[in-house]
């Protein structure tokens, strides 16, 4: 089994993995319809994402550390755009997990006993799926994207190789 070991690199780009991984979750909180933040707060979560990725890129980690971190880093950045999205003030406790929603759907009727009403167009099934998708998408771009950035470079190789008939 790997050890947990730091990697010499020169031009490390692994902070990108912020960026990507914000860029993601707005795409899959807004697709579940849910709130959009300021330019401004996108920068600072993008940035804080990547300074957090340079931090711990300096390891060689397992896969499923990789993965739980891009999970990890969705539900932060979900709780992030609910925190800060929004003219309200209402912050945490307006976006569906607890507290309760000014404007609610009389149609719907009222919310479960203990549970908060979710605002009209906004599934909280929706929304985890959603960034579960983007966590994997993270994932899956941060884990195979050197494969496939020299895959053109391998068939330029083989075409050179190959006698021209």
């Known amino acids: 089994m790997e050890t947990v070991q730091p990697?010499?690199?020169t031009a490390s780009r692994v902070w990108l993995a912020g960026p990507l991984s914000t860029g993601l979750g707005l795409v899959a909180h807004?697709?579940?319809?849910?709130p959009v933040p300021s330019l401004m707060i996108l920068a600072a979560l993008a940035a804080?994402?990547?300074m957090a990725a340079a931090m711990v890129g300096r390891f060689s980690l397992p896969g499923w550390t990789v993965l739980l971190a891009c999970g990890?880093?969705?539900q932060?950045?979900?709780?992030g755009f609910a925190a800060f999205s929004g003219g309200s003030g209402e912050g945490l406790s307006g976006h569906g997990h607890g507290g309760s929603v000014l404007n609610v759907d009389p149609a719907q009727g009222p919310p479960p006993a203990g549970g908060a009403a979710s605002p009209?167009?906004?599934s909280l099934q929706l929304m985890l799926h959603v960034h579960m998708a983007a966590a994997l998408a993270a994932y899956a771009v941060m884990n195979y994207w050197p494969s496939f950035a020299r895959w053109p470079r391998r068939v330029q190789a083989a075409r050179q190789k190959s006698p021209a008939a």
């Open 7 to 9: 990697k010499e690199r």
């Open 30 to 34: 807004v697709a579940a319809g849910g």
């Open 48 to 50: 804080l994402m990547g």
């Open 72 to 74: 990890l880093a969705q």
């Open 76 to 79: 932060l950045l979900h709780l």
């Open 120 to 122: 009209a167009g906004y």
